[in-house]
């Protein structure tokens, strides 16, 4: 089962399923942010990947708090894509900004979905060629090192998912 080996294993884990869907990062390495340790490690292995691979990178942090109203930032063209401003996006740049410096020939996007984290990634990955997601670190017990959005999408993934240990302990 892939979620066994995704929280037991200590170099990341790729689950490889059919690309279903197109949403609009179709063609993107999908990262899911939430300022988490976990989440800083899946960022670095979707910059690398992205940068590996030539193809643009989405980063997207799902507020539950906001029931819905999906929007982005294309820091390429300077493009804001929203109907109110977010508090959010603002705590996402921080914990983009520093890679895109190192990256600078990356085309990123941020974004900010509302609604339930699994349903809001689902959307947002919905024809990526890989969605990167962190994992808590090794000194956790097994079973308490995928979160709930990681081990939802090691079991039932649409597309490549690649679950990041984060290196700490």
Do not use: N
Request: proline share 8%; charged share 20%; glycine share 12%.
């Amino acid at each position: 089962m892939p979620t066994r080996l995704a929280a037991r294993a200590a170099c990341p884990v790729v689950v490889v399923r059919p690309i279903a869907g197109r949403g609009p990062f179709a063609g993107h390495v999908v990262v899911g942010a939430d300022g988490s340790a976990s989440a800083a490690a899946a960022l670095r292995a979707g910059f690398a990947h992205a940068e590996l691979h030539h193809v643009p990178l989405a980063v997207v942090e799902v507020d539950g708090r906001r029931p819905g109203g999906d929007f982005w930032f294309d820091d390429r063209f300077l493009e804001t894509h929203f109907a109110t401003v977010p508090a959010p996006l603002e705590a996402l740049a921080g914990q983009v900004e520093p890679l895109m410096a190192r990256h600078p020939e990356i085309a990123v996007k941020r974004a900010v979905y509302g609604g339930d984290p699994v349903a809001g990634l689902r959307r947002a990955a919905a024809g990526a060629l890989l969605l990167v997601l962190g994992r808590h670190g090794r000194l956790l017990p097994a079973a308490l090192r995928l979160g709930s959005v990681s081990r939802a999408f090691a079991e039932h993934a649409d597309g490549v998912v690649e679950i990041v240990p984060d290196g700490g302990g």
